[in-house]
């Protein structure tokens, strides 16, 4: 079956640092780039970044409201995406989702979901 | 940015309507568009991509179409089941940009 886990959220102070993980199963994770995207409570989906597979360089791209302070990476060996999350602030509490990435052609598989709340 | 502007945000029908919601880019993204499903509490779901392929498994009465500025999801008998918000995303270029959702209602 082909899957994606979330892993890493939780309750954290503006400032500090987290990194979610993404553990993919049942295809071949080095095959395909892969998508952050958020949900804070009661909002709409908005992008978080994004990072190409290997044959296209393994790069990255970011929305403007992280850039600079968000991460990504990635371990074809262990078919995990991250997101490391620093200087964390309050706006970036939400539902954090990772995606399979088939662009063109859309984001096929999402994992469930894990919260990342930031406060005081 | 490209901005997606998705209507209606909400939406009251009954089951067996046919029912049809619009996204216009603030530019041409060719056919760079795909529909998703999301449910209370839950991940989205890939419905449509390429503005009108169908994703394996979902069901025929779910259909898209469009191209350039102009997108259409149309679902042409509700069932049970499709009552959710649904988005769409452009992936033309970045950022990739969400509509604002049409929320689904059951009448």
């Known amino acids: 079956e082909v899957q994606l886990v979330e892993s890493g959220g939780g309750l954290v102070k503006p400032g500090r640092s987290l990194r979610l993980s993404c553990t993919a199963s049942?295809?071949?994770?080095?095959?395909?780039?892969m998508s952050w995207f958020r949900q804070a409570p009661g909002k709409g989906l908005e992008w978080v970044g994004f990072?190409?597979?290997?044959?296209?360089?393994?790069?990255?791209e970011y929305a403007a409201s992280v850039k600079g302070r968000f991460t990504i990476s990635r371990d074809d060996s262990k078919s995990i995406a991250y997101l490391q999350m620093n200087s964390l602030k309050t706006e970036d509490t939400a539902v954090y989702y990772c995606?399979?990435?088939?662009?063109?052609?859309?984001?096929?598989?999402w994992g469930q979901g894990t919260t990342v709340t930031v406060s005081s | 940015a490209i901005q997606m502007t998705q209507s209606p945000s909400s939406l009251s029908a009954s089951v067996g309507d046919r029912v049809t919601i619009t996204c216009r880019a603030s530019?041409?993204?060719?056919?760079?568009l795909g529909w998703y499903q999301q449910k209370p509490g839950k991940a989205p779901k890939l419905l449509i991509y390429?503005?009108?392929s169908l994703q394996s498994g979902v069901p025929s009465r779910f259909s898209g179409s469009g191209s350039g500025t102009d997108f259409t999801l149309t679902i042409s008998s509700l069932q049970p089941e499709d009552f959710a918000t649904y988005y769409c995303?452009?992936?033309?270029?970045?950022?990739?940009?969400f509509g604002q959702g049409t929320k689904l209602e059951i009448k």
């Open positions: 995606t399979r990435d088939r662009a063109p052609g859309g984001m096929d598989v």
């Open positions: 049942g295809f071949t994770f080095g095959d395909y780039a």
């Open positions: 990072i190409r597979s290997k044959a296209y360089g393994g790069t990255t």
């Open positions: 530019q041409g993204i060719r056919n760079d």
């Open positions: 390429a503005a009108s």
């Open positions: 995303l452009q992936d033309y270029n970045y950022p990739p940009t």
